[in-house]
């Protein structure tokens, strides 16, 4: 999306995003040497810091709004604040998870980085969102499920620890885009069946040709734009796009599994969160490595699937037939017992530290 925009778009399109690419280069490069330290476990309970870096280049900023404080009345402040709100409430209530580390680790936002910044991100330390620049991209605290995908690359940072290139780095993609949508749902009341599935909606500003960034259910429908480009994500293992260009197709190639995750819910019924997104956070927390592909995060998935609800039940059927409609086959055989529901698994701290 990015790289066709940088090739097609007019002269100021252009250099917003080239620049919107060397400040993404620099944040990620802070995200790869951050060190995945092992905190002190703090008290189950909200914390939360927005910051304004009054559109340059800094981190953290301006602290602006915290637990307690009065409402601020930057809208881009406020929904960064409910945002990593609803991720907490997410995690906390669902996934009896503190926080994203499972330590208690305070969510802190900064809002307004850079000048039209056409991104947001997880740093390896906290949340940076930028304004978009209102031609493409409209402000990226915007849509609830963008806010909670880049959360969750904390929680994978501190569980599995994808690698972020390849297979590994789209199913950390995948991971951040399924517990995503699953937050907004969540804070919604949304089932399976009438979510929408899209990932970035309300994102793309007015007179661009799309929907959203990318959709979940129908992978490469998302958008069609002379300027972006078209959506070029695939929703089977026979059009897995290989090659360097995003890192190895990290964004382009997790449509597989997402279409995976979408067919599981919506078959299993109900809400996604309830029975799919405590096997997919099972098979996260406890069965995953830092290079894990595709083929391994479906077996184990099924076989989470087994251990929750049952080897040979239709949960596990459902999901093993899911992952055959994108390409990818599980022998129903390969799982162990299954011992019920029961409270879903918890991690302390990094899988990985």
């Known amino acids: 999306m990015h790289e066709h925009a940088a090739a097609h778009g007019d002269t100021r399109q252009r250099e917003r995003i080239r620049a919107t690419f060397a400040h993404t ?11 995945i330290e092992a905190p002190r476990g703090a008290p189950a309970q909200k914390s939360r810091h927005v910051y304004d870096a009054g559109h340059h280049q800094i981190l953290p900023g301006k602290l602006v709004m915290a637990e307690n404080s009065p409402r601020n009345s930057d809208i881009a402040v406020r929904e960064a604040f409910d945002g990593a709100g609803a991720t907490y409430d997410f995690l906390a209530q669902v996934l009896l998870r503190n926080s994203i580390d499972d330590r208690g680790m305070r969510l802190d936002s900064t809002v307004h ?7 947001a991100l997880w740093s390896g330390r906290q949340m940076v969102y930028g304004d978009g620049d ?32 390849d297979q590994p780095g789209a199913l950390n993609e995948h991971i951040s885009d399924a517990f995503g949508i699953m937050i907004k749902q969540y804070r919604f009341g949304t089932t399976a069946a009438r979510s929408n599935w899209r990932i970035g909606d309300g994102l793309l500003a007015k007179g661009v040709r799309g929907v959203a960034i990318r959709s979940m259910i129908d992978p490469g429908s998302a958008y069609d734009d002379p300027v972006l480009g078209k959506d070029p994500q ?45 096997i997919w956070y ?25 251990e929750l609800t049952g080897i040979g039940g239709s949960v596990q ?17 390969l799982t162990r017992s299954g011992r019920g529901w029961g409270k879903p698994p918890r991690t302390a701290g990094s899988a990985n530290a």
């Not at 280069?25 to 995200?31: E, G, K």
């Not at 980085?113 to 991104?119: A, I, Q």
């Not at 499920?145 to 959360?151: A, D, L, Q, T």
């Not at 098979?283 to 479906?298: E, I, N, R, S, V």
Request: net charge neutral.
């Open 25 to 35: 280069a620099q944040l990620a490069a802070i995200r790869a040497a951050t060190v």
């Open 113 to 119: 980085y850079g000048s039209h910044y056409d991104n």
């Open 134 to 165: 209102g031609k493409l991209f409209n402000r990226f605290t915007r849509p609830l499920e963008v806010m909670g995908h880049e959360h969750i690359h904390g929680m994978t940072q501190y569980t599995a620890a994808l690698e972020y290139h």
């Open 234 to 278: 695939p929703a089977h293992m026979r059009n897995y796009a290989d090659g360097t260009d995003d890192n190895g197709g990290v964004h382009i190639n997790s449509g597989i599994p997402n279409r995976a995750f979408c067919l599981s819910a919506i078959r299993i019924g109900g809400f996604a969160w309830t029975v799919t997104g405590r």
């Open 282 to 306: 099972r098979a996260l927390t406890g069965k995953l490595f830092p290079k894990a592909g595709f083929q391994d995060f479906a077996n184990a998935t099924v076989s989470a699937a087994g």
């Open 317 to 333: 059927i459902t999901i093993a037939d899911a992952w055959s409609e994108v390409g990818l086959h599980v022998p129903v055989s």
